[in-house]
């Protein structure tokens, strides 16, 4: 590595998962943030002006007197990374990718876009190669759903040691997932909501596409089922997800055990500084994991497993937990962002 650092901006600083980038980007080893940008009504004012900053760190100086900037193509930097909406991203991810910017982005637009990889660096980044397939001077990268990471980094191991028919999965979600301010406290307290708008469907369809295998420079997608039921529930960071699996080979308990405990890939082997020296962790006690208690082993960066047991319609079931707007959002965002550059897909 170069001493110098490489430049990014980040699109939709001031929002939540924003600000997590921002963060998460503020001593990183690689990674400068040289521009930061917003809407409209952002653009021209220094960042401690525009933003609501909701971090549980101080807002450093350094980004606090930073002129936010249009989200346009005419920014300082190489690497893009996309906080942005759903309701805009989609044309503006396309242009900075057309104008030459790496768009590395968290919004659903590119995800289902065949030459777009979605990816967990853990899981598939093998994918990465259809960057090579796009029309772009630049290219657009993917990151899958928050309670889709979770979901796939636990699925990884069972789907190459023992195959999956079919997975069954519901969630409790984490407030902070709905952005800020999200749920109002009176609908959320003493409260489950049992919709999240498109989340079940995501769940349903991303890890078929991120555990798929590439041919001819296409995704052919897994060929097992996913059923997922989705909750919001009142917890700020962590989703909880109670998982059921039935597998294509007989698997007993130790084994599913000593393949997740074992499971490392290309992050862990290259040392990059946000991947966990453990991407998942698992628990023995039966009350665990927690959110509370879990959600920040490994800088947020890792899955935590609990609570394997045989069930009664499927093969087993247990509990997987994961931080939504760390490893969920800006924290895998970035990983996906530092992979690139040792592949040298970034120059």
Not at 91 to 103: C, L, R, S
Not at 114 to 122: A, G, R, T, Y
Not at 146 to 160: E, F, Q, R, W, Y
Not at 327 to 335: E, S, V
């Amino acid at each position: 590595m170069s001493n110098k650092k490489i430049p990014v901006a980040v699109l939709g600083a001031t929002g939540s998962v924003g600000q997590r980038f921002v963060e998460l980007l503020s001593n990183h080893p690689w990674f400068e943030v040289a521009e930061l940008a917003a809407s409209d009504r952002s653009a021209g004012k220094k960042y401690s002006e525009a933003v609501n900053w909701i971090m549980q760190t101080p807002l450093q100086d350094k980004f606090a007197g930073m002129i936010v900037k249009k989200c346009e193509p005419d920014l300082e930097a190489k690497i893009v990374f996309s906080g942005l909406d759903a309701s805009v991203a989609g044309e503006i991810e396309t242009a900075f990718a057309e104008a030459g910017y790496y768009v590395i982005s968290n919004a659903r637009n590119h995800r289902f876009d065949e030459n777009v990889p979605l990816i967990i660096p853990e899981v598939n980044h093998d994918h990465l190669k259809l960057l090579k397939t796009q029309d772009y001077k630049g290219g657009i990268v993917t990151n899958p759903n928050c309670s889709t990471i979770g979901l796939a980094l636990a699925l990884k191991p069972l789907h190459d040691a023992f195959g999956l028919e079919a997975v069954n999965v519901v969630t409790m979600q984490a407030v902070s997932g709905a952005g800020y301010p999200g749920i109002a406290s009176l609908d959320i307290i003493d409260n489950v909501v049992p919709f999240i708008g498109g989340e079940e469907k995501k769940m349903e369809t991303e890890p078929l596409k991120i555990l798929g295998n590439i041919t001819n420079d296409k995704i052919e997608f897994a060929d097992f089922k996913i059923s997922a039921q989705c909750n919001r529930v009142a917890v700020i960071d962590g989703h909880t997800e109670c998982v059921q699996v039935k597998l294509k080979t007989k698997a007993s308990v130790d084994e599913i055990i000593k393949v997740w405990q074992n499971y490392k890939s290309l992050p862990q082997q290259l040392n990059l500084p946000s991947a966990p020296e453990h991407p998942i962790v698992y628990f023995y006690e039966d009350k665990y994991p927690q959110p509370k208690i879990h959600r920040n082993i490994e800088k947020g960066m890792a899955t935590s497993i609990g609570r394997l047991r045989e069930d009664p319609l499927f093969d087993y079931k247990f509990v997987i937990m994961s931080h939504n707007t760390i490893r969920g959002a800006a924290g895998g965002t970035i990983l996906i962002a530092e992979l690139m550059k040792e592949m040298q897909l970034i120059q």
